[in-house]
């Protein structure tokens, strides 16, 4: 099979099947992503901790995403089909047991079993079976219609989140893995895929991609990945609803004690409103990225993210806060897709999920570190403090990702020999 055939640009039904395949699949995982964020006062007080608690307790299950690397091995041995059915469907379930989990030692586990299988390779697939030229924009709209769970899980937030937090992640997670399991049927397994078990190509291992001609796009790609992880695990996304609870005077769970809308409601409402933004970004994440370049359209949303940021912490009102998750929301959204999109983009097809396979493990680790630093911080100064220190990150963005080469427009097969086999045309 040629190069030429394994690029075709025609789109056919199948790339459609495809687009809504992967969104009911991101969907899936970003609505268990969002509502954990969201019912993180509900969660500590379910299991009679503290809310600083919260950070060190997500920091252990963490741990998790470093075996997630085994996991990552297993769609270049076995297929990437098979292994979105097994990978999805574990997954899932974990999460589900930790819903019902009656005491904190069984949520953990459940929940550290669901965090090595938190492995999402909708970006492998779209880099193998899409076109070059609108790859990343392919991606920003599966992320952006999945990213539809968003407003659902915000919607759920306005009730009350402490009585019923554990049924929702069943109530959306069981039929959600069911529609999942139905298209799966229809899958197909990728072309570039199907490629390699029909050449012959050098036997891989696990720790092949530690040659030396990966190192440095290994590091580089590493990094913008950890710092993206760190700014959602560690930042403002993460806590913001401990933050407007304990220090910005709003009442987790009664109607309007302190001020007009400071309540639980408003939560939902803002998180509705915010997500709103998150779902413009990811589908802009794709148009910017394969129109202006992938380095040029993080480097401007790093920036205005910074700008909501201040905007959050120092604000007074309501109307500061929603315009301030907007803004975090949206960029947020652009910067974090392309730096997924960059991730898979260097490898070569035998190697794509075993290499960012050790990049998602590494970025992993922010949420290990970060969210004890942050319980270190929130515990020992604010949670406004806090945030402010972490105003770093996009700025260490910026700067990792500019030693990145630019990858807008090409075909997988050229970046692979131009930047990691350094072959000259």
Avoid at 68 to 80: C, L, Q
Avoid at 161 to 179: C, E, K, Q, S
Avoid at 294 to 301: D, E, L, N, Q, T
Wanted: with cysteine; hydrophobic share 50%.
């Amino acid at each position: 099979m040629s190069k030429t055939v394994l690029e075709q640009e025609e789109w056919t039904s199948y790339h459609t099947f495809l687009v809504i395949f992967l969104s009911v699949y991101n969907f899936i995982s970003l609505f268990s992503i969002v509502y954990t964020g969201l019912v993180l006062p509900a969660i500590a007080a379910t299991f009679n901790i503290g809310t600083p608690v919260i950070a060190s307790i997500f920091s252990i299950i963490g741990i998790g995403v470093i075996f997630s690397v085994f996991v990552r091995r297993i769609p270049d041995k076995i297929g990437r089909k098979p292994s979105m059915l097994i990978i999805s469907l574990i997954y899932v379930v974990n999460l589900c047991l930790s819903a019902i989990a009656p005491e904190l030692t069984l949520y953990i586990i459940f929940r550290l079993i669901s965090g090595i299988f938190a492995v999402n390779i909708s970006n492998i697939i779209i880099a193998e079976e899409m076109p070059a030229h609108n790859r990343a924009k392919i991606s920003g709209v599966v992320v952006s219609i999945g990213m539809s769970s968003s407003i659902l899980a915000s919607f759920i937030a306005t009730f009350n989140m402490l009585a019923y937090w554990r049924h929702f992640f069943l109530i959306v997670n069981i039929p959600g893995i069911i529609a999942f399991c139905i298209l799966w049927f229809k899958m197909k397994e990728t072309r570039r895929y199907e490629r390699t078990k029909t050449k012959k190509v050098e036997n891989h291992t696990l720790f092949s991609i530690f040659q030396k001609k990966y190192i440095r796009i290994l590091l580089l790609t590493s990094l913008i990945m950890f710092t993206s992880q760190w700014i959602y695990s560690g930042g403002i996304k993460r806590y913001f609803t401990v933050f407007l609870f304990e220090e910005k005077g709003f009442n987790p769970f009664s109607f309007g004690t302190f001020q007009p809308f400071r309540n639980d409601f408003f939560i939902g409402f803002l998180s509705m409103f915010s997500y709103i933004g998150s779902i413009i970004g990811y589908w802009l994440s794709g148009y910017f990225g394969d129109r202006f370049g992938r380095k040029k359209s993080i480097y401007g949303a790093a920036s205005i993210y910074l700008v909501g940021n201040a905007i959050f912490i120092f604000g007074t009102t309501e109307i500061h806060f929603l315009i301030g998750m907007f803004i975090i929301n949206i960029n947020f959204a652009i910067f974090s897709t392309l730096n997924q999109v960059m991730s898979v983009e260097f490898w070569p097809t035998e190697q794509r999920s075993t290499a960012s396979g050790w990049v998602f493990v590494f970025s992993s680790t922010a949420g290990i570190f970060g969210n004890m630093i942050v319980f270190y911080l929130a515990s020992t100064t604010s949670w406004a403090s806090t945030f402010i220190v972490l105003s770093i990150l996009p700025v260490l963005l910026i700067i990792f990702i500019s030693f990145l080469p630019e990858t807008k427009a090409r075909v997988v097969e050229e970046i692979f020999e131009t930047e990691i086999e350094q072959k000259t045309k």
